[in-house]
């Protein structure tokens, strides 16, 4: 086997729980030239304790400790760390099937690939394990396992997840990518710039990493909080960052139109989160964001990103339209 390392970066937050499956999951890997950084993001459980106890057990284990600062953060942190040919994330709570690293390290290594992604399996605590998700129905959406092609990068900007995947460490240093700090959904322009960058990606299905579903996560937590605006500023990351490539202006184009419909359908999905409360203010914002996007001569517009898009603006101006009208026979009557 090879000696090329793979650096895990892990970061800890609160997660006495379930800390120590994630762990265990990462040190009986088949592929063993490992590099696990545990960044301890302020950690006020036993968090710290426990991967302090598993470090005394296995030198591979790294431990950065830093005032909370939030996800991006830590991966950030964890990133300037690595010393591996291979960078690796995974979050604290979620764990990876024994040979999931080897797996898609070969994937790489056979096809020249810079990036490998791996089956997502959705673990809820009844112990029912889906893979029909979100992350899976977009990265798998076809059988063609290598992805090479705008067409196919499409796909895998849309499953998002940064998890699920080994990175050449050379893509992200040379790029300098980073995750966007103080912003929630931070995976979504981490994944949409290697999409782009990347050389090539391959798909392995049968590397499987198992994704915790929590009733007190982030992201269940969206819906009471203003959490799901963070989406706006994420997606002027994404258009950023885009902006700023040096790449041929047809393909830029692309990925603009690829990205525009991405925005369509994903803003328009956070919409659900809303609390009521703010449910105004979001839709006013959504509405302003979809006026800048022109839906024609798009051939990456979905069907269902144009409906979407007809009911938020089209169908608003005539109800707009009739209010006005009402309003002005109104007065005349």
Not at 8 to 26: A, F, K, M, Q
Not at 311 to 332: D, G, P, W, Y
Request: glycine share 2%; hydrophobic share 35%; proline share 2%.
């Amino acid at each position: 086997m090879s000696n090329k390392k793979i650096s895990v970066v892990i970061p800890v937050y609160n997660v006495e729980r379930y800390i120590g499956l994630c762990l265990d999951s990462v040190i009986n890997q088949t592929y063993k030239n490992l590099e696990i950084i545990c960044v301890n993001d302020g950690s006020t459980d036993e968090s710290l304790k426990i991967i302090e106890e598993y470090q005394e057990h296995d030198n591979r284990i790294k431990i950065i400790n830093q005032e909370n600062r939030g996800l991006s953060a830590a991966r950030n942190t964890g990133i300037k760390q690595v010393t591996g040919d291979y960078i690796a994330f995974l979050d604290s709570d979620d764990w990876v099937e024994e040979d999931f690293y080897e797996k898609l390290y070969n994937a790489c290594e056979n096809n020249n690939a810079d990036v490998s992604i791996g089956l997502t399996c959705y673990y809820y605590n009844n112990q029912n394990i889906q893979t029909d998700r979100w992350v899976n129905q977009h990265a798998f959406a076809n059988k063609n396992n290598i992805v090479e092609t705008i067409e196919d990068r499409q796909n895998i900007i849309y499953s998002c997840a940064c998890w699920n995947k080994i990175y050449k460490t050379e893509l992200i240093k040379k790029n300098n990518l980073s995750f966007p700090e103080g912003l929630n959904i931070e995976d979504v322009p981490f994944t949409f710039a290697i999409s782009i960058l990347a050389n090539k990606l391959v798909k392995v299905p049968e590397a499987k990493i198992f994704y915790r579903q929590q009733p007190d996560s982030i992201m269940q937590k969206a819906s009471s909080t203003r959490l799901p605006f963070c989406i706006f500023k994420i997606y002027e990351v994404c258009e950023n960052f885009l902006e700023s490539l040096k790449i041929n202006g047809e393909i830029k184009k692309q990925y603009k139109q690829i990205l525009e419909n991405f925005e369509i359908f994903n803003i328009y999905a956070w919409f659900g989160h809303v609390n009521k409360i703010f449910r105004k203010e979001f839709k006013t914002l959504m509405r302003n964001k979809f006026k800048q996007i022109n839906i024609k001569n798009n051939p990456y517009i979905s069907q269902k990103s144009e409906e979407i898009y007809n009911s938020v603006i089209i169908h608003n101006f005539e109800r707009k339209l009739k209010n006005i009208i009402k309003s002005i026979l109104s007065q005349t009557l």
